[in-house]
């Protein structure tokens, strides 16, 4: 059972990875959205499993609520800075019908420079700049909920990257 379990990880890891690496080398390449400091950008792209939405809420914190900020905090490891921009709020919906997204996927999202939302093989990819250019954001999920998040640190170098799986279950 171990061993079943190991190797369906490893098959989804290599589903991860292949994703990223096939959307990165189309020629066509989704529009990006410029994201505002504060704000709400809704972004949508058709698919074959109905019309996907993603509402991103942005705002922008100073003083006092930027150092109570977990993301405000993080963003104080790359700087002398006393403001930035957080996310407290995302939504995803497919087809009218909503996708659990745990605070856990965009908590920590800061300072965000644009985004672009695409579907490719029955997933979906929303892209996020973070941090003008530090990291690229990609968030995975498909009209049946799951989400999953990989960000690369440094894009384009291959160096670091982090991978966090989510799904929705009910307890009985």
Known sequence: MKTLKSTLAFIALLWVSSSVSIGASDATAPSRTNLPKSGKTVLTVMSPKGKAKVTIETVQVKGECFDASASANFMKEFGDTDEGSVVPHLSITVGGEAIFVPLSV?????????????????????????NGDLSLVHIYFGAHGGVTRLTQYDPGSGAKTEDARFYYQTLR
């Open 106 to 130: 965009y908590s920590r999202l800061s300072n965000l420079k644009w985004a672009s939302l695409s579907y490719k093989d029955g997933t979906f990819d929303l892209a996020i700049d973070e």
